[in-house]
């Protein structure tokens, strides 16, 4: 794995993950399908061969040791004009609407310069997408999505347009009522209900199919397994500052399965892409001022953020 550490010597333009407009295309991309002037999203990791056995699993295992990741060892998009690999890029259904598309390539801090170029710093609907996705739920089964920020609202989405019911979880009540809005079956707070495991049981006959962690915080995987029901799927997604605890004889007795969900690879782009022009799947997003930037990181630090939050500059 590549060190993520920006280089301690040269400034770096921030933001990784985004979409916008193609200014200009490269002569070994002019084949590829895209043409000036296309609305393009495009992943984050560049010098990869995009090819090899490492990048089949994620491009950060790339085997040629070429990766870099924009936005932290290499420059970014916090920019009017940015470059990026072809094999990154993916073009935006028509009826999506371009200022809202970049938390689909990242859930986090978006900025939006003033050629309407959407740059984000933060995670995303491949990762939201496959997230659902990879649960293989059959509609009206239950999938519980666990942190109802950003990522957990677009989540929401998806499952809702595959015909899966969902339970919100989560701490902050004004993210629980976005997630209501979006769709959410029921929600539930998990930090002033202290009898919602019971209701949830009960409203879903014995507990959801599946349970997304969306959340980084090590309480709602410690939490997670209490409303699966019997071989139920907890799915990792949130990136826990510490290791999780898990009961080994659980897994081995089929009391729950676990597995785990990234933004993925480009190969992986276009399915998540497709599904959310067909649905029209976009995330709320409030726009801030560049000045706010320091109270938008502590309103996400602080569980306080209902919906993405963007920066026009």
Not at 99 to 112: D, H, K, Q, Y
Not at 156 to 164: D, E, I, L, P, R
Request: contains cysteine; negative net charge; aromatic residues 8%.
């Amino acid at each position: 794995m590549m060190d993520l550490r920006p280089p301690s010597d040269t400034p770096v333009t921030m933001g990784h993950e985004g979409v916008g407009y193609i200014e200009k295309i490269h002569p070994s991309a002019e084949d590829k399908g895209f043409k000036v002037g296309d609305a393009i999203g495009f992943l984050y990791i560049v010098g990869a061969c995009y090819e090899c056995e490492g990048c089949m699993v994620h491009n950060l295992h790339c085997q040629t040791g070429n990766q870099r990741l924009q936005g932290f060892t290499t420059d970014g998009f916090f920019a009017e004009y940015a470059v990026v690999d072809w094999q990154n890029a993916i073009k935006i259904p028509e009826n999506l609407e371009l200022e809202r598309c970049a938390p689909l390539f990242c859930a986090g801090i978006t900025g939006m310069s003033k050629y309407s170029t959407i740059i984000e710093i933060h995670s995303d609907p491949p990762l939201a997408f496959n997230a659902v996705d990879s649960c293989e739920l059959k509609p009206d089964q239950w999938l519980a999505v666990i942190g109802c920020g950003g990522l957990g609202q677009l989540a929401t989405q998806y499952a809702k347009a595959m015909g899966v019911k969902v339970v919100g979880l989560d701490i902050n009540d004004d993210t629980l009522e976005m997630a209501k809005k979006l769709g959410a079956d029921a929600v539930f707070n998990s930090r002033s209900n202290k009898n919602y495991v019971e209701e949830l049981k009960e409203l879903t006959g014995g507990g959801v199919h599946a349970a997304a962690v969306f959340s980084n915080a090590n309480a709602a995987y410690a939490g997670a397994p209490s409303i699966l029901r019997l071989n139920g799927l907890l799915m990792v997604i949130g990136i826990s500052p510490k290791p999780i605890e898990l009961s080994t004889l659980d897994l081995t007795l089929g009391k729950y399965r676990m597995k785990a969900d990234s933004t993925g690879i480009p190969q992986r782009m276009p399915k998540a892409i497709e599904f959310t022009g067909k649905h029209n799947v976009l995330p709320e997003i409030e726009y801030r001022e560049l000045e706010d930037l320091q109270s938008m990181i502590d309103d996400m630090e602080e569980g306080r953020a209902k919906a993405r939050m963007a920066v026009v500059f």
